[in-house]
């Protein structure tokens, strides 16, 4: 019998307290489940109009922000389906600031530093940069992250603060670039000639920039070589082929004229007076 009265109880405050709340509960989830698809929708159409348009880096940014934008749209939507006041809402998370701010300064960080990223523009979309011990092409900036590609195809998520809080170094920023290639050659061969032959090597290449012209110096006497520097200006699209062009070039024109590349090796010095203590043993 007591269970009866309980189930009963518990029937007649579903009953006044949940059921009339119910609607209010399933249009709020609606919206949700509803709402989300359709942000997702927006930002793929966006992209895809956008795709031959603008400035990509801004671009990218502008469609993820506007995709959070409405998603926060849609959730203050819903609880004010609910029976949450916006401005109720406004006011509690005013008073919270404080604690939110500690709990989610990194995140928040990050969203400063996206800002600071777009304005400022230290890199965009297609450039290769690197910072700490990252390094790649820059794929996307979004509100939290910088998305790098690296040359591995791997891909690199560095948060936003991290960018801005370090020293990147941006290789593709101007146009061009100076290359220097170390070669070392024998102690014995002309010099004269090995700059010759690196200089014609240089200025046979199609993609070699003249102003400032390239130039070949001596730039340090090692211990078992003469080390040459081979310096010229490239576009910063072929900077790596180029490199690789001239290193394969230089090694098969040496050769050619006979001019020795070193390699690490021990040279060992055998004197009369062990000689004569071998002999004697």
Not at 167 to 175: E, K, P, R, W
Not at 177 to 195: H, S, V
Request: with cysteine; proline share 4%; aromatic share 8%.
């Amino acid at each position: 019998m007591t269970k009866i009265v309980l189930m009963q109880s518990l029937w007649d405050k579903f009953i006044s307290d949940v059921l009339p709340f119910l609607p209010q509960l399933l249009t709020a989830i609606l919206i949700v489940v509803i709402g989300l698809p359709v942000a997702r929708y927006i930002q793929k159409n966006c992209i895809k109009k956008a795709q031959n348009s603008g400035d990509p880096t801004l671009k990218r940014f502008l469609i993820n922000f506007i995709y959070i934008l409405v998603v926060v749209f849609i959730g203050i939507s819903a609880l004010t389906t609910l029976g949450i006041a916006s401005v109720s809402l406004l006011t509690v998370l005013g008073a919270a600031s404080l604690a939110i701010g500690l709990a989610l300064k990194d995140f928040l960080s990050n969203i400063a530093a996206s800002f600071v990223l777009i304005f400022l523009r230290p890199f965009k979309v297609g450039d290769y940069i690197s910072v700490q011990n990252a390094a790649g092409t820059v794929t996307e900036i979004n509100l939290f992250m910088t998305v790098l590609n690296t040359l591995g195809n791997e891909a690199l998520f560095i948060p936003n603060n991290q960018l801005i809080t370090n020293s990147v170094t941006n290789y593709t920023h101007n146009n061009v670039r100076r290359l220097d290639i170390n070669i070392g050659i024998d102690y014995g061969a002309d010099i004269k000639k090995a700059r010759e032959i690196l200089l014609q090597e240089m200025i046979a290449h199609e993609q070699t920039q003249y102003d400032p012209p390239p130039i070949v110096v001596v730039q340090n006497l090692g211990d078992s070589a003469i080390q040459l520097i081979a310096r010229l200006w490239v576009d910063k699209d072929y900077y790596t082929q180029i490199k690789y062009d001239l290193l394969e070039r230089f090694k098969t024109s040496l050769d050619a004229a006979n001019i020795g590349i070193p390699f690490p090796q021990l040279t060992l010095h055998v004197t009369k007076a062990n000689e004569e203590k071998n002999e004697k043993e």
